[in-house]
């Protein structure tokens, strides 16, 4: 199993991303989340969305990013927007469930101020 993450990129303090992640076996009965982890630091949780839809997010970026999923194209999506320069990391998505857990390989963004 293999989740296939794109969208990250070099951007601008203020600008926005949106980042894919697409799981071929598919997201419906899944969570998914974003996490993220700057160099030397911890990997943290950025954003999950289960399977009912319900959303958690990182106080760090509520307010300001979207986390939403389609079951139909097995994606989930995390829309980015008034980025900061502290935002700067490879973000990592991860389908999980019980005692199923799949990482993607990660996405670098990278925010300029």
């Known amino acids: 199993v293999q989740l296939q993450a794109s969208g990250g990129g070099l951007v601008q303090a203020g600008g926005s991303l949106r980042l894919s992640c697409t799981a071929p076996g598919g997201i419906f009965r899944f969570n998914m989340g974003w996490y993220r982890q700057a160099p030397g630091k911890q990997r943290d949780l950025v954003a999950v969305?289960?399977?009912?839809?319900?959303?958690t997010y990182a106080e760090s970026v509520e307010g300001r990013f979207t986390i939403s999923r389609d079951n139909v194209k097995k994606t989930v999506y995390l829309q980015m927007s008034d980025l900061k320069p502290e935002d700067t990391a490879v973000y990592y998505c991860r389908r999980f469930l019980l005692n199923s857990d799949v990482w993607g390989q990660g996405t670098q963004v990278t925010v300029s101020s």
């Open positions: 969305i289960r399977s009912d839809g319900s959303t």
